[in-house]
């Protein structure tokens, strides 16, 4: 139960951050081609995040927010490579969108519009297939049943996660 709620704060502390332009604490660390690193706060408030937006997105609905593929380090709280997917809707109850990654494939659970990795082993496996691929596809279904489709370049991801890795001193 635990691991969930911090889950969820990570998802409530990197909505803010997305949805109203991060704070003037934010600080973009650099980009690589379709990732970029931001850091936010410090001390044990400290967050890293490397962030992408999707270069495809693929479904039948006529309105629908930002998407984003986030990693995110907070240090504080020792959680470390937490993967997690903001869907620019709110995702079906119940439902488990899917990635694929080299025709690995890993579910997620939900809560609104997010949707996260169910384990820190998954995150963690989840990073190794990201540094290596060049695409990632995410499956979901949202509130109103819509299936959509987005695919990320993975292209810059290793030098992002690296800069985050430093700027939140991952060892």
């Known amino acids: 139960m635990n691991f969930f709620l911090t ?10 951050a997305l949805l109203f332009g991060f704070s003037g604490n ?6 690589f081609n379709d990732w970029t690193a931001f850091a936010e706060g410090e001390g044990k408030n ?25 990693i995110t380090h907070l240090p ?7 993967f997690s997917v903001v869907a620019g809707y709110n ?17 997620l659970f ?5 949707a996260w990795s169910f384990s820190p082993s998954d995150d963690e496996k ?4 990201l540094k290596k691929s060049i695409k990632m596809k995410v ?12 695919t990320f370049s993975l292209m810059g991801f290793s030098k992002a996660y690296k800069e985050i890795n430093e700027a939140c001193n991952k060892n």
Do not use: H
């Open 91 to 107: 995702y079906k109850t119940n439902s488990n969108p899917e990635i694929l990654i080299d025709q690995k494939k890993f579910q």
């Open 46 to 70: 400290l967050a890293c995040m490397a962030v992408s937006k999707p270069k495809k997105s693929e479904g039948n609905y006529t309105k629908r927010g930002d998407v984003f593929a986030i």
């Open 26 to 31: 934010t600080k973009e660390l650099a980009k």
């Open 139 to 150: 499956v979901g279904t949202s509130s109103r049943g819509t299936i959509t489709t987005d």
């Open 7 to 16: 889950k969820f704060s990570c998802f409530l502390l990197i909505s803010f």
């Open 126 to 129: 989840i990073i190794t297939f």
């Open 76 to 82: 504080g709280q020792k959680k470390w490579s937490e």
């Open 110 to 114: 939900t809560s609104g519009s997010r």
